[in-house]
């Protein structure tokens, strides 16, 4: 599929749309749902409030706040998964702009 495809990226577009309208109340059949619709452009690991990275106990949240210490790769557990304090919010989230990439 091709941006030249233009209906086919409107099919798609709506599909999508149908798709993220479940998030909320079914999050984790939405992303499956999303993985499947774009399997050969991204692939989505995640979706919840910055609140949950910031202080949450998902293993998601754990890693993220691992990685930005540079606290997980090579280590059986990641040690410094703590909450994100105040003077690290900044800092933490220009970490999560480019994260995944």
Do not use: H
């Not at 399997?39 to 998601?60: C, H, K, P, Y």
């Amino acid at each position: 599929m091709t941006f030249d495809d233009e209906p086919e990226w409107l099919e798609l577009r709506e599909r999508l749309r149908r798709t993220a309208s479940c998030l909320e109340a079914k999050p984790e059949d939405a992303i499956a749902d999303l993985n499947a619709e774009l399997t050969s452009l991204l692939q989505i690991d995640w979706v919840g409030r910055l609140e949950q990275l910031l202080s949450g106990d998902s293993l998601f949240a754990i890693k993220v706040r691992a990685r930005f210490r540079n606290d997980w790769e090579d280590k059986p557990e990641p040690v410094n998964t703590i909450v994100i304090s105040q003077e690290e919010t900044l800092e933490f989230l220009e970490y999560l702009s480019e994260y995944g990439f």
